[in-house]
């Protein structure tokens, strides 16, 4: 049973990140099951949730930045030891959060990897789309 807290209330939700997780825990059929990518930007779009997207090169090229002790660190890789990685994420803008599970259940990447949805957060400031 999946179990979820609501937005905040803040949110007559505008915009949610959705994170796009690789994960290599998904079956052959899990991948032939989803989706195109096309498909799904073309059903975000003509819905007028989809606002913005970028996909990240591969983990391998990643690196990690700390400072301890006025010391700049500088690893290779992702900043977690796991078999999932951070692929890429969507902006997207949903009315609540049923819409904002039901566009990430139809992203292909639910299929093969998984996807996070989060509401943005303004850091005080005014919301995005906000003046």
């Known amino acids: ?11 007559d939700v505008k915009y ?6 690789g994960d290599t825990e998904h079956s052959a059929a899990d991948a032939e099951a989803a989706p195109t990518a096309e498909s799904w930007f ?6 007028g949730a989809y606002d913005l997207g970028v ?6 090229t990643a690196r990690t930045v700390r400072v301890r002790s006025g010391e700049t660190l500088v690893t ?25 599970i039901d566009l990430a259940r139809r992203n292909p ?5 998984r996807v996070e949805i989060r509401p943005v957060h303004s850091f005080g400031g005014p919301l995005l789309g906000e003046e």
């Open 42 to 47: 073309d059903e975000a779009r003509a819905r």
């Open 109 to 113: 990447a639910a299929h093969w990897g």
């Open 76 to 100: 290779d890789g992702p900043f977690a030891e796991t078999r999932e990685w951070v692929a890429g994420f969507a902006l997207i803008e949903a009315a609540d959060e049923a819409e904002a």
């Open 1 to 11: 049973m999946v179990t979820t807290s609501p937005l905040p209330k803040e949110a």
């Open 55 to 60: 996909r990240l090169e591969e983990r391998e």
């Open 16 to 21: 949610v990140m959705m994170i796009i997780h």
